[in-house]
């Protein structure tokens, strides 16, 4: 028995000693690749458990995520550091920033030995340069949706299972919200909610040159009717008490509607889990309305988020190690993997059909929304969002134009109208 119990203890211990001296091996004869990206809370968990899972199944490299401040940071901080020669190997650039990338070849290396038609078509046109090779690996791509708050709904007698599915019901639901006190909706990112969605929902244009995928020099151009109809409408439900504006990032429209001070938000469908945890009510879900005036049946919708983009000024051997890695993380495992724990769009169509047959909408109703929103609906001239090299500039000006239009400085018309 003695015996028996010796020898167990010593195989264990061998054992113990093989896997220390792999774990040593791996760790000096790994080459560190260092992730820039702006995930935070339970996205950079994710993340980061995404990695830490991918390293020790082969001994070439280590991926080390770091994260930044933010993705304007994220971006800033790249460029000063290609200039400096001191840039990180990978880094996750969003999706305003990434024209800037894709026309600059000289930061980035194409992705290559990846299928690109594994891809959801928006994100796929979005990140792929003229000759249909992916610039980027399309990662955490998201989409707006409706969140509603059941209880002020029941409160102002409206069914809190009917979400507005058009702006022409939305007035209703607004006055019967404004009638027991409640303002009727807020959203983040103006440029997004009541510009890009608004024009991809529709299938109109917001650029020249095909929104900037048709050919180089193209440039803002505003001056669709249903554009400045509705900024219109947004400018007079502001008036109204039917719509609030709470900035042009995330948290104070949040906050706003977790503080019970309006009925509905639009914002990302990655964002529920946060909102859940905030609120004290039931949340209903919605897709983004649209005017049904205009179109009898919406377009898909444009996506955010981000992409990864490998970055230029490494040896080609680095670029060999690398692959796996970019492989990996586009395998339809991953990636059904990170859309369900996220909340982010199913990048692959692999990862929406395998979610799809697990029977994982069934009780994923935000996940299930933003999907049909981009993958179900007819894809038109412009729904792929917009390329324009100067975009973070404009989208600031877009802001500032939107600001303008809620203070009575401008119409609809002047705030629409703006030089590049």
């Not at 209903?284 to 049904?292: R, T």
């Not at 799809?356 to 049909?372: S, V």
Request: aromatic letters at 14%; glycine letters at 6%.
């Amino acid at each position: 028995m003695t015996n028996g119990f010796f020898f167990r203890y010593y195989i264990v211990r061998q054992i113990k000693s093989i896997f220390t001296l792999f774990l040593l091996v791996y760790a000096i004869q790994a080459e560190e690749v260092y992730l820039w990206h702006a995930l935070d809370g339970p996205l950079k968990e994710s993340f980061e458990k995404i990695v830490d899972d991918f390293n020790p199944s082969q001994g070439d490299i280590k991926v080390i995520p770091l994260k930044q401040a933010n993705y304007k940071v994220l971006v800033e901080e790249t460029l000063l550091a290609f200039e400096n020669k001191k840039h990180p190997h990978i880094v996750q650039v969003y999706e305003v920033a990434a024209p800037t990338f894709i026309a600059n070849e000289a930061l980035y290396r194409p992705i290559t030995g990846i299928d690109p038609s594994r891809f959801m078509d928006v994100a796929r046109r979005f990140y792929s340069r003229d000759d249909g090779q992916l610039a980027a690996l399309p990662w955490n791509a998201s989409t707006g949706i409706l969140f509603y708050n059941k209880e002020a709904f029941q409160k102002a007698g409206l069914d809190p299972e009917s979400p507005p599915k058009t702006w022409e019901e939305f007035e209703a639901v607004a006055l019967a919200l404004k009638k027991v006190g409640i303002i009727g909706y807020t959203t983040a990112w103006p440029s997004a909610y009541h510009l890009e969605h608004v024009a991809s929902l529709h299938n109109i244009p917001i650029a020249t040159e095909e929104n900037g995928f048709g050919g180089k020099g193209a440039q803002l151009k505003l001056s669709h009717p249903l554009l400045i109809k509705h900024w219109s409408k947004v400018a007079e439900w502001h008036s109204k008490g039917y719509f609030s504006y709470r900035g042009s990032f995330s948290d104070e429209p949040e906050k706003f509607f977790t503080d019970e001070k309006c009925g509905i938000l639009l914002q990302g469908a990655n964002r529920l889990p946060l909102l859940l945890r905030k609120a004290s009510f039931p949340i209903g879900l919605g897709p983004i309305p649209y005017w049904k005036s205009e179109v009898e049946t919406p377009y898909t919708l444009n996506t955010g988020g981000g992409a990864l983009f490998v970055m230029s000024g490494f040896s080609e051997e680095l670029y060999a190690k690398i692959q796996p890695f970019l492989k990996y993380l586009s395998s339809p495992e991953v990636q059904t993997r990170w859309h369900q724990e996220t909340g982010y769009l199913p990048i692959s169509k692999a990862a929406y059909e395998k979610s799809l047959h697990e029977g994982f909408y069934e009780n994923h109703p935000a996940h299930r929304i933003a999907a049909e929103e981009v993958l179900c609906r007819p894809i038109g001239k412009y729904s792929f969002g917009v390329r324009l090299e100067n975009y973070i500039e404009l989208r600031e000006q877009i802001v500032s134009q939107f600001e303008k239009l809620l203070r009575g400085e401008l119409t609809p018309q002047q705030a629409l109208e703006f030089p590049n």
